[in-house]
Structure formats: C-alpha cells, structure tokens
C-alpha cells in the first residue's frame, strides 16, 4: 500500500520561528512536491524536486526552501514563519515518467503562526 | 502557464442522483493530462479520474465519468447513483506532461455535499 506521510497533522507556531515540515515517500518516487492548500484558492505548488539535492521553484516559493537529502524525504522550511504562511500544507510524490504522473498526498499540516 | 478554474464553489446532491461538477483550464500544450481529485474530510486526497487529452473517448470509472470538451477546454466530472461517502472536496487539476516533471495546476475545489 502506497503511503505518503508528513511530521505532523496539526502544528502551532510563533512569528519569527523556523519551522520544518517533513514528508516521508515509500513508493521509491522521484518526483516530490509541497502545496499549501487555502480556502478558494486550491492547492497552489510552493516548491518540487525531481531528484536527489535538486529543486526548482514552484508558483509561490516567497518565505521558504526545501531540503532533499535523501530520495524519500523532502524536507519544506520556513526560515521566518509569519502569519500569512498559516495554512494546511500538502506533500505528494510521483513517478518521474513521459506519461501521466498520479501524485500521491500525505494527509497534510495543518499550520497555524500567532 | 496552465491555469485552472472551477467556478462552483460548492455542490449538493441527494443521496442516489447524478451530479455534475464543472471545470475549465486554459494550456498552450497540445499534450496534456487533466485529473479529478477528491479530498474527503480529514482525509487524504485521492485520484478519481484521469483523463490523456489526445484520448477522444471520455474516461469512466465505476460511477465517475468526465466529459471532455477539447476545443472548449471543458473537463466536467458526472458522479451518478451519489453516496453519502462521495461528499468531499473535488479539485480538477492538469498537467502538462513531457518535462513538465508532473507538476500539476490545481482549481479552487468545488465542496459536494450528498444528502441522504
């Protein structure tokens, strides 16, 4: 069974602190992506890797960074956190294929700064 | 860019009816994907339904299917004989394929209520 999981489901933070929101892939995939999801706007991508230590920039990238050590992890940062990065954050991951590419969600953060 | 829009913020159907909910996108790929998503509350998102834009032939799964409209850039999602499981929150989401490393564009999100 496929399985996607991230650090924490809920998570309250101070203005200011750095935050690490982790995600876990079992299903050996490339590809991996964080989202943050906000009530009428959808999922917007924030950063995605296609490899190991590589990155590239997604729609909304201001405010944070990504780590990606190893294949499975892929570790999303906020150097600073302040109240509008208060939101429910999505990881997925795929295959890195030519043909379509099904992402699989973790259950996501909900995160909330005061 | 691609971009997506669903412009029903919010659905209802009673329990055993049809339902359609509706979704446009705009691309300047000729080879792309579009998908349903259904993120059921406190739960994880799931895939629907996915559908290859060179495939004529609408894609149908159990009780889902979609009508895709090309040339309109239309991608609506029909989910008939409704169940109360079916109520979620639905994205529509494209991809642009190739090297596009499956990022994918998502919509608002269209919230389905089903009534018993």
């Known amino acids: 069974d496929v399985k996607v999981t991230q650090s924490s489901r809920y998570l309250v933070k101070r203005t200011g602190e750095k935050v690490f929101l982790e995600c876990v892939q079992d299903m050996d995939h490339e590809n991996m992506f964080w989202y943050r999801q906000d009530p009428g706007l959808g999922l917007r991508l924030i950063y995605f890797?296609?490899?190991?230590?590589?990155?590239e920039k997604g729609d909304i990238p201001e405010g944070y960074s990504v780590s990606r050590e190893k294949k499975e992890r892929f570790s999303l940062i906020l150097e600073s956190a302040s109240t509008n990065q208060t939101s429910m954050y999505l990881c997925?991951?795929?295959?890195?294929?030519?043909?379509?590419?099904?992402?699989?969600f973790g259950p996501g953060t909900r995160l909330t700064v005061l | 860019a691609q971009t997506v829009t669903q412009s029903q913020p919010e659905m209802s159907v009673q329990e055993a009816e049809t339902v359609t909910l509706s979704c446009t996108y705009d691309t300047s790929e000729s080879d792309y994907y579009l998908f349903w998503y259904k993120q059921p509350p406190s739960r994880q998102m799931i895939l629907v339904i996915r559908q290859e834009a060179y495939k004529q032939q609408n894609a149908t799964e159990n009780r889902f299917s979609v009508n895709f409209q090309k040339a309109a850039k239309s991608f609506s999602l029909k989910i008939s004989d409704s169940q109360l499981g079916d109520a979620a929150m639905y994205f529509c989401?494209?991809?642009?394929?190739?090297?596009?490393?499956?990022?994918?564009?998502f919509g608002q999100g269209t919230i389905l209520t089903v009534h018993p």
């Open positions: 997925a991951s795929s295959f890195r294929t030519i043909a379509y590419n099904e992402q699989f």
């Open positions: 890797s296609y490899d190991v230590k590589m990155k």
């Open positions: 989401a494209s991809d642009a394929g190739g090297t596009s490393y499956g990022k994918l564009t």
